[in-house]
């Protein structure tokens, strides 16, 4: 099991080949000072996982977690933390965790006025194809919000895809919308 530091609201693997490995099972995390490598022999230095990417990692039991102190957060603690510093993070691990479950690549989709950038064969291997916003299926989206969630996607030639939460069932439904000019 590889060896993971938690560090803040990041977890980081200090060794190199650790880090390749996670990387290469997955394109999970990024290597700090390095873009969008194309191949695992390009990480030559520590591994950045967000918290979600974390609590995935921990639960399918690839990452031990060790905090400050040096004590290790099993999957349960882990996902407790970050619950507790991500807004929303129940509904954002079920949706990442769906789609990585279904095969997607799953990276932060910040940059896109996103939750996540979701690729079918990785970054560096292609642009990211869609962008997807996580909701609890009991929220209420105005018209307002839902074109500014298209206005980004139109923009940077995404498909928008809105991952709807049931917590008591803990489904994930997706819709997706395709813009047309009119």
Same mark, same amino acid.
């Given at each position: 099991m590889v060896k993971a530091l938690l560090v803040g609201s990041k977890v980081l !693997?200090?060794? *190199? @080949? =650790?880090?390749r490995y996670i990387y290469s099972?997955? %394109?999970y995390g990024k290597a700090i +000072? !390095?873009?969008?490598p194309k191949d695992p022999k390009d990480i030559i230095r520590p591994l950045e996982l967000s918290l979600i990417e974390s609590v995935y990692l921990a639960k399918k039991g690839l990452i031990k977690v060790i905090d400050k102190n040096g004590e290790v957060l099993? #999957? =349960?603690?882990? #996902?407790e933390y970050s619950s507790k510093i991500i807004n929303k993070f129940d509904i954002m691990y079920r949706v #990442? =965790? @769906?789609l990585r479950e279904?095969? %997607?690549i799953v990276r932060s +989709? *910040?940059?896109y006025g996103a939750d996540f950038a979701v690729y079918t064969l990785g970054p560096g291997l292609e642009h990211a194809p869609y962008v997807v916003i996580a909701v609890d299926i009991d929220e209420e989206i105005t018209p307002h919000e839902l074109l500014s969630f298209g206005r980004v996607s139109h923009s940077t030639r995404k498909r928008l895809v809105l991952a709807l939460v049931d917590r008591k069932s803990e489904s994930v439904r997706y819709i997706m919308f395709k813009w047309v000019k009119m």
């Open positions: !693997i200090p060794n *190199v @080949d =650790e880090s099972n997955g %394109f +000072g !390095i873009s969008k099993e #999957y =349960e603690k882990l #996902y #990442y =965790e @769906d279904k095969g %997607f +989709g *910040v940059k």
